[in-house]
């Protein structure tokens, strides 16, 4: 199992790395490297003495979606000015020295941390750095040269981001969310074949698993927050601003659902393992449990048929209960991991809902309000 999980881990980067979205990334960002050398050379007084800036400058602003790739060029550019000024504080003062470069260095450091230049703060002591000891009697025409260079790079590369605009990372995301979803089927799947195997069971990566699915559901966030940016200022994304609205909302279902697995896995593993605060599961809901949560997992890993397998879950799930109902009266006793499972179970098929039953219950409600309302009218003087 963790073997395909490694492979299955690398199989994912390598498609990654290699997807069309990042294959446009890595030749646009060549081709404004190329086009910021080629020009380098012709910028006017002591610029052109320092060329290998402009490439530079063009690397710092490419980055994947248009709003990102000019922030960071103007906070680099800031960042830059802000150590050139340090830097040329030093020489109209006590000029350069052991001391006044670690002293102009540190402040350059302070100054970072304001958090006033985001991702330009780590230039500012580069750059004072580098006048006082690349510039040294030149720092004048280095420090020209150095910006003037690094703005002609950042600008070449932003032209080349608005001429191939990228494409809204949207796909991506939904891509992702996706997989995570078939994750969550995954788990229950697992969940439902350890509680056929004998007890205790042996097949037990489902609890190892289970709290990796807070931390993927974070990530899936970032990448939605990545995928509205990329949608701000994109020509190739005018239309259909509320794209990623569905995406938000299946994104909300499926944290909801996976927390519903986690206290699914967490209720058994704790019976499992005979925690001091677990309940023991009664022989007689392993095969109901397992078929319930087999169920819900095919519901929830739908491609097609939705209608038909949520009713073959509720008929699972009910079944589920009417067993712990009967077994508790029996026993006469609490069957804590039966019943939290089954209501867990019974959460996630009410999330997983077909949207005409939804809509039709949500009709039904007003038309019994609206009925209630009419009774009260009537009885009113």
């Not at 006033?116 to 006048?131: D, H, Q, R, S, T």
């Not at 150095?146 to 932003?158: D, E, F, P, R, S």
């Not at 997989?179 to 069971?201: K, M, N």
């Amino acid at each position: 199992m963790g073997e395909r999980a490694s492979l299955q881990s690398i199989r994912s980067s390598v498609r990654g790395a290699v997807a069309r979205a990042r294959l446009l990334f890595a030749f646009k960002t060549a081709l404004a490297v190329g086009i910021a050398w080629s020009i380098a050379p012709l910028m006017p007084g002591a610029a052109d003495q320092y060329p290998y800036y402009a490439p530079f400058g063009a690397l710092i602003s490419m980055y994947p979606t248009l709003m990102s790739s000019a922030r960071s060029s103007l906070q680099t550019l800031l960042g830059l000015g802000a150590g050139v000024g340090l830097a040329a504080l030093v020489l109209l003062t006590v000029g350069p020295s052991l001391w006044s470069i670690v002293a102009v260095v540190g402040l350059g450091t302070l100054i970072s941390g304001t958090g006033w230049f985001g991702i330009g703060k780590e230039y500012i002591p580069m750059a004072a750095l580098f006048v006082l000891i690349i510039g040294g009697s030149d720092a004048e025409d280095y420090s020209f040269g150095y910006v003037t260079q690094t703005a002609v790079g950042a600008m070449v590369g932003l032209a080349v981001n608005l001429i191939i605009p990228p494409a809204p990372l949207v796909s991506e995301a939904a891509a992702q969310i996706d997989a995570f979803q078939q994750r969550l089927a995954v788990h229950l799947h697992d969940i439902g074949d350890a509680l056929t195997e004998s007890w205790p069971p042996t097949h037990d990566e489902w609890m190892r698993d289970a709290s990796a699915l807070a931390e993927t559901s974070r990530s899936l966030r970032g990448a939605l927050s990545e995928a509205d940016e990329s949608r701000r200022g994109n020509p190739r994304a005018r239309r259909g601003r509320g794209d990623t609205e569905h995406e938000h909302a299946r994104l909300e279902m499926l944290d909801s659902i996976a927390h519903q697995i986690r206290d699914i896995a967490g209720c058994l593993s704790d019976t499992i393992s005979q925690r001091p605060v677990a309940f023991p599961l009664d022989p007689a809901l392993e095969q109901p449990l397992s078929r319930a949560c087999h169920a819900v997992a095919e519901l929830l890993d739908a491609d097609e048929h939705p209608d038909d397998l949520h009713a073959e879950a509720s008929v699972a799930v009910d079944e589920l209960l009417r067993t712990v109902h009967s077994r508790s009266i029996e026993s006469d006793s609490v069957l804590g991991p039966g019943v939290l499972s089954a209501m867990h179970l019974q959460r996630i098929l009410l999330m997983l809902e077909p949207a005409e039953e939804t809509a039709g219950k949500a009709v039904e409600k007003t038309a019994e309000k609206g009925g209630e309302a009419s009774s009260e009218d009537q009885r009113s003087p």
